[in-house]
Structure formats: C-alpha cells, structure tokens
C-alpha cells in the first residue's frame, strides 16, 4: 500500500531470492521442555508481576526475568553486550472525569464512549466542534476511494466506520472481501484523519467488523496510553481527540441528526462518502503526559558462518497492566496474551543454544527480541524497525510468537495473512512434517496480520509471519478438551480472566514451536533470502523470485 511504503526502498534482496526448493524434511524437532515452558508462563502472568505494564514496576520484574533467562540459555546481548534496548516512550493519561456531549447528547466516559489525546497539552477543551461522518475514514487511491473528498476537515471531528468496505460487501471486489486490509486497522484511521487536518476522529465501534466487544475498548483505551517519542514529528500533527463510540450511541447521534446510520453504512460500502451531520462535539477533560523509557529485550546466538545474517523471533513481553478503577480483580495478567508467546521465543532460544553446544550450530544468527508496547500499537517492534541493531537488509526473516495454542493438537496449522511470502513455504514444509495442513485463518476480517510485531517488519519488506494453532482437532479427545477450554477462556482476550491455568493441554503450542524451530532451523542453515509475492503490499521492497501459481 502506498501509505505503508514510502519509507521502505532501502530493500531490495530479489537477487538473493530463491525458492527453498531443496528444505530439509527429515529434521529431528527438539524435545521442548513442557514443565519449563509452563513455568515461565505461570511466572511472568502471576500478580508479582502487575500485568507487565512498560514503565513500571512489572516492566522492572518482567526485564530481570528475561534478561537472566537468556543469559542463563547462553545468548549474547545484542545491544553492545546489553540485553536491553531503550524505547523511548511518553503515556498519555486522560482523566477518568470527562464532559462530553455529541450533537447534544450527554456521553459518559467508558459506557458510551472512550475518548484520549496523545498530545502534551494537559487540558482538551473542545467546543461546538462540527461532527462529520467520512464513511470508513479511507484515502486509498489504488482502490479510487477516498472518502474525505471536498473536504477541509480543519476543526472538525471524522466520525467513522471500523474495518474496510470490503468487509461489508465482500463479493464486490472491493478492497480485499472479507479480510481486512491496513486501511481497516484503527491505528491507520486515526492516521488518516490526523493527515487530513481534522481535529478529532472517532470510530463507530461494532463487534463483528471490529472482531471485538466493547469491553476490549474500554479495558485497552482507559487508562495510560503509550507512544513512541521519537515519532513526536508525527504526534504535532495528530488529531487532538481520538476514541470509540458505542454502536448504540451512535445510532442516538445520527437520529438526532435526521440521518440514518444504516443507511449511510449501506452507501459506505458502495463508494466513498462524507456528510456533515450538522452536529457539533463539546469535550473537556484533563491530560498528562510523562515520559520514560520502556525496553526491548534482544538476545542473539551467533552464527557459524554466515553470522551478519540475521532470522529473527519476536514476542511482546507487555500487557495492559494494572487498573485502580476496577472492583475485584484488577490484574492484566496476560497469560495467554503474551506471556505464552514469550515463554515460546525462550524455549526455542534454549533449543537452539543447546544444539550449538552439542556442535551444530545455525549458519545464520538467530536473535530473539521480547518487545514493549505491542499492546499500545506495536511501539517497541516499530522503533526496533527503525532502529534496528542489526540491519534490516541483513535480517533474513522474522517469526513473531503471540498468543500461543492453549487448545490442544490440531490437524491444520494456521498462518495469518496467508499467501503473502516465501518465508511461509518453509512453515507448510515443517507444519506437513507433522502432518498438519498449513490454512489460512479462519477470520481474516478481523486482520490478524497488521496486528502484532511481524507487521512492523513487514512494512521495511522483511519477510515476516505470525502463525500457530488451526481449528481442527487433532483427534476426539482433543475436540473434547478444546471446547470446553474454549468456553472458560470466552471473553478473557484483554481481561482480567486471561489468568494461567494449570489445566491448559501446551500440547498443541509445544507441536507449534516445533514448526517454527524446524523453519528457522532450515532457513538457518541456507542461503535463500524469502520475498513477498507479487500483488502483495510488499513486493516492491522484496519480491519473491517464485509465485503462488
């Protein structure tokens, strides 16, 4: 997409590019360690550590623990011998008192509405500010769409749909159907309507197209909200109010406006479309900003002979922390969300270690990142990316670890965004090795792929996948086990309930380390350098030398 690759020329590997057409198939997986793999787990999701929020002191526990565990594997600190590289961050709080009011009508913070400023400016005081629907918030030229069209949105606020057209029609070619494109992603309408000069912008929320309920927003938007500082060139020209809105108030606004939302929403996803609802937005609340750095955590196991190149496993470390506000329990804890995935990318860096130990190391490097913020937009991946310690040019693959299968063995193995590089041949090779049937995921609207660490790689062109589980149990038993544990586990993504429980079968996460181990264990030990597909985002940057045909 345009938006996303302007800054990313600097790539161009396609004469390294080759089809991984002689991969080993008769790898011996390693023999993952279930009970420390549990233990780090139910270590870094238990309440000492405050819900691994970045800048406190659950980020204090969370670096320690890291650090020595990779020490303790035998892996280098990437960072000039520092396991830890700095993330320089400021946190937006927004006051929990707020005055607001939509077309006359009175919002309350958190049931009706969650509005925040990533802004230095202690107060947001808004008045009789002019409310304009924009559609899907979309200025996507190579689909011919753009919504603002005509429009000086200069102290206005965007009112908009989440995801893309193409979720809401998806026979019509629009887009790409039913799987969200970046133009559905929130952080990129937010972007949009900062570029477009508007003063505030606001998401309609809906669970299905959003692929979440409302208490996802209320749970991950209250409370401090986390930046990069180094993007502060970026922060002057945001919106000076962003959020969500509830469907239902929504549709109370546009009544009130003479003016049907389903309407509207129809037309949305037929063509571009903007309408003054000749409304206005009163909002007061204080603001703080307080800066500090946050940490990545970046081990490295060098390579044999080839040790300038470069595979990369990611995971983030962080959650969303504590909340004073809430009655009972108010740990994030993150279990699964990401605890599982960073105890993953530790239990991989132990295997790797001891196979070089035993005399057969990689040819390539192998280093691990633990990332910050990927729960406030993906800031500790972004600013590696564009601080790497290692350059993105000699950075072969990336695999990224979130939120590992909880739900026993399964028969098919899932890749997200599926169909976008070669680096996914070598997953289908280990997955088949199994014998498992790598698929796509199961709802690719809610747009899995631009939503955790991999996709700030991929926006430089670096190959970069997020895989794991499948849907089809691999046998009764586990059909059994996986539906009950999918019912207890219900509502739990971003919740206080996501808690480690000693009766989770790691079965089906220990069969998918072994897929990544086996991939990088290949790819490690050749000189093929993956690139995306044509007709992918990413081609232009590197592009695969073979096709999906």
């Known amino acids: 997409m345009r938006l996303l690759l302007s800054a990313c020329a600097l790539i161009s590997l396609s004469a390294c590019s080759q089809h991984p057409t002689t991969m080993q198939t008769s790898l011996t997986p390693p023999e993952f360690n279930e009970t420390r793999f549990r233990q780090d787990i139910q270590s870094l999701s238990s309440d000492k550590f405050e819900g691994r929020a970045p800048t406190t002191q659950g980020e204090v526990l969370t670096l320690d623990y890291l650090t020595k565990a990779f020490a303790a594997a035998g892996l280098e600190g990437a960072n000039q011998g520092s396991y830890l590289q ?57 689909y011919d769409w753009n919504d603002y069209h005509g429009l000086d949105m200069r102290g206005k606020i965007a009112v908009m749909l ?79 109010v962003e959020g969500w809105l509830t469907m239902d108030k929504a549709k109370e606004l546009f009544n009130a406006a003479g003016l049907s939302l389903a309407t509207l929403s129809d037309r949305a996803a037929s063509s571009p479309i903007n309408v003054e609802l000749e409304k206005t937005a009163n909002i007061t609340f204080t603001n703080k900003a307080e800066y500090a750095n946050s940490y990545n955590v970046v081990a490295t196991l060098p390579g044999s002979s ?38 993953g990318i530790l239990e991989i ?18 280093t ?75 709802r690719p609207e809610s747009g899995g792929f631009f939503r955790s660490d991999h996709f700030s790689f991929a926006k430089y062109g670096v190959p970069a996948v997020f895989a794991g589980g499948g849907n089809e149990p691999a046998d009764e038993v586990s059909k059994t086990y996986r539906s009950s544990m999918k019912e207890k586990m219900k509502g739990c993504y971003h919740n206080v309930c996501d808690e480690y429980r000693a009766d989770w079968d790691l079965s089906g996460a220990l069969q998918d380390l072994g897929v990544y181990y086996q991939a990088a264990q290949t790819l490690g030990n050749s000189d093929a350098w993956p690139g995306y597909y044509p007709g992918t985002e990413f081609h232009s940057l590197r592009p695969a030398k073979t096709t999906t045909d």
């Open 86 to 142: 700095a993330v320089p961050m400021v946190s937006y709080t927004a006051s929990e008192t707020q005055q607001i009011s939509l077309g006359g009508i009175v919002m309350h913070h958190r049931t009706d509405i969650v509005l925040g400023s990533r802004h230095d400016n202690q107060q947001v005081d808004i008045k009789d500010a002019p409310l304009v629907f924009v559609g899907y918030g979309v200025n996507a030229p190579e």
């Open 368 to 442: 691990f990142i633990a990332t910050t913020g990927e729960e406030q937009g993906l800031l500790g991946s972004r600013y590696y990316a564009a601080n790497p310690l290692y350059p993105l040019e000699k950075t072969v693959a990336v695999f990224n670890l979130d939120s590992t299968n909880i739900y026993g063995r399964t028969s098919d193995y899932t890749i997200v965004g599926k169909g976008k590089s070669e680096l996914e041949t070598y997953l289908t090779t280990a997955a088949s090795a199994q014998q498992r049937i790598a698929v796509s995921e199961s």
């Open 162 to 240: 989440v995801n893309d057209p193409g979720f809401a029609l998806p026979e019509s070619g629009k887009f790409n159907g039913k799987a969200m494109t970046y133009y559905g992603r929130w952080s990129y309408k937010f972007e949009e309507a900062s570029r477009q000069g508007a003063l505030g912008a606001i998401i309609i929320h809906d669970t299905k197209p959003a692929s979440y309920p409302w208490s996802v927003v209320e749970n991950s938007w209250t409370g401090a909200q986390q930046d990069l500082v180094f993007d502060k060139t970026t922060q002057d020209g945001r919106v000076t």
């Open 349 to 366: 860096a132990r295997q790797f270690s001891l196979s070089a130990k035993n005399g057969a190391p990689l040819k390539r490097s192998v």
């Open 306 to 343: 080839a040790s300038d190149e470069h595979l990369l496993f990611t995971a983030h470390w962080d959650h969303i922390g504590v909340d004073p506000n809430k009655e009972g329990d108010q740990i994030y804890n993150g279990a699964l969300d990401n605890a599982s995935g960073t105890a």
